[in-house]
C-alpha cells in the first residue's frame, strides 16, 4: 500500500463511462464517473488524495423511460465499487464517506441542493479534490480520443450527455416524446 507523501504531487480526475440502454439493461442507461489519482513523473496511481481513500470510488446515475426530459436522472450516489474488500480498507472508506458528507453539508448550506446531475458531480469533485474530468469521444467509447475538460465545463458537458441518454432511454423504451429526437 502506498500513501501521499509531501514530495509527491497528485492529481485528481473524474473519469465518465455510460452505459447505453439495451436488451439486457433494460430502459435504463447509467452515467459511471471513476476516480484516478495520477502521481506525476510515475506511471503508478494512488489510492488516497488529500487524506481520502479513492481506490475503487465512484459517483453513479441512473435513468429510466419515464424519466422527466429537463431533468432526466433521477438515481444519483456515490459509493465504492470494489470486487473485495481488506478489512483495513473499510476504516479508510467509512472516514472518506463522513469527510465528503461533511463537505457536502457545507456546500449545500452554501449554495442550496444540486438540481442537476452535473452539479451534483461538480460538488463531489470538490470535496474529494478533483480538478478535471476526463470524457470519451464523439463514438462514447474508451477508444476514442479522450476529451478533458475543468469542473466547471464540466457541469455542462455531464447534464449534456445525461440529456441526451435520456431522450435515447425513451426512444428505445418506444416513449420517445412528441418532437423529440435522440443524438
Known sequence: MRTNT???????????????????????AHVHIGVSVEVAGSKYGRDEHRGLYLRDFAIRNQIGEDSVPANPDYARTYCFKPYSVESYDCER???????????????????????????????????IGAGTLKFPGVNHTCEDA????????AVWEIDNWVLELGKRVRKFAGKEL????AA
Open 6 to 28: 509531501e514530495t509527491e504531487q497528485t492529481t485528481c480526475t473524474l473519469w465518465l463511462r455510460v452505459e447505453e440502454p439495451s436488451h439486457s439493461s433494460g430502459t435504463y
Open 93 to 127: 472508506m467509512n472516514k472518506t464517506f463522513k469527510t465528503i458528507a461533511s463537505r457536502m453539508l457545507k456546500i449545500e448550506n452554501k449554495l442550496g441542493r444540486p438540481t442537476t446531475y452535473g452539479q451534483y458531480v461538480a460538488r463531489i469533485a470538490s470535496a
Open 146 to 153: 479522450v476529451n478533458e475538460v475543468p469542473i466547471g465545463v
Open 178 to 181: 412528441e418532437g423529440e429526437q
